[in-house]
T-cell receptor, first 113, second 111 residues
Framework: KAGVTQTPRYLIKTRGQQVTLSCSPI?????VSWYQQTPGQGLQFLFE???????NKGNFPGRFSGRQFSNSRSEMNVSTLELGDSALYLC????????????FGPGTRLLVL | GENVEQHPSTLSVQEGDSAVIKCTYS??????FPWYKQELGKRPQLIIDIRSNVGEKKDQRIAVTLNKTAKHFSLHITETQPEDSAVYFCAPRGATNKLIFGTGTLLAVQP
């Protein structure tokens, strides 16, 4: 099976702009979770989508949003970008959710200038 | 809220030695305890996990032990090899059904 893929792999934006990141899960996986990874804060949970519904969310401001499509592909959007949003954004898919093995994608590295 | 601590933050061992990383969590309702390995520039990968009804699990050179009473679980790597060098994260799942990642342990295996 093909692994989890994320696009784009690298992105440079300026403050105030918005960005959309995409994640394609492993075929058959219904759960997609998003994480932000930074040197200072480590790996932090953003949200989880399952069958097109947000099932869980972390402690991030409303500027961070996401959605999941009927084919389980997921997108996350960050509006009004801030310098502190610079990070590696990882998505992970699993069969049923957070209690199952998370298979991570390669990540999208976002730099906000 | 949930609190997860990992110790040590860095660990340097000689090839062939054993390494132990401890993860302490605060949520007594936690019921799933995975360990992830992230090599430099790569994605995290699950290396072993354990559920709350089991005290220990072993997979070749890797083992995880769980002490639910004390609310900690540990990763044990025996006969370490240079390719074990990476950052290791614990990520217990608590009552909120979210994986809460620890701050990571950088393991360096010296040849």
């Amino acid at each position: 099976k093909a692994g989890v893929t994320q696009t784009p792999r690298y992105l440079i934006k300026t403050r105030g702009q918005q960005v959309t990141l995409s994640c394609s899960p492993i075929s058959g996986h219904r759960s997609v979770s998003w994480y932000q990874q930074t040197p200072g804060q480590g790996l932090q949970f953003l949200f989880e989508y399952f069958s097109e519904t947000q099932r869980n969310k972390g402690n991030f401001p409303g500027r961070f949003s996401g959605r999941q499509f009927s084919n389980s592909r997921s997108e996350m959007n960050v509006s009004t970008l801030e310098l502190g949003d610079s990070a590696l954004y990882l998505c992970a898919s699993s069969l049923e959710g957070q209690g199952f093995t998370q298979y991570f994608g390669p990540g999208t590295r976002l730099l906000v200038l | 809220g949930e609190n997860v601590e990992q110790h040590p933050s860095t660990l340097s061992v000689q090839e062939g030695d054993s390494a132990v990383i401890k993860c302490t969590y605060s949520d007594s309702a936690s019921n799933y305890f995975p360990w992830y390995k992230q090599e430099l520039g790569k994605r995290p990968q699950l290396i072993i996990d354990i559920r709350s009804n089991v005290g220990e699990k072993k997979d070749q050179r890797i083992a995880v032990t769980l002490n639910k009473t004390a609310k900690h679980f540990s990763l044990h790597i025996t006969e370490t090899q240079p390719e074990d060098s990476a950052v290791y994260f614990c990520a217990p799942r608590g009552a909120t059904n979210k994986l809460i990642f620890g701050t990571g342990t950088l393991l360096a295996v010296q040849p």
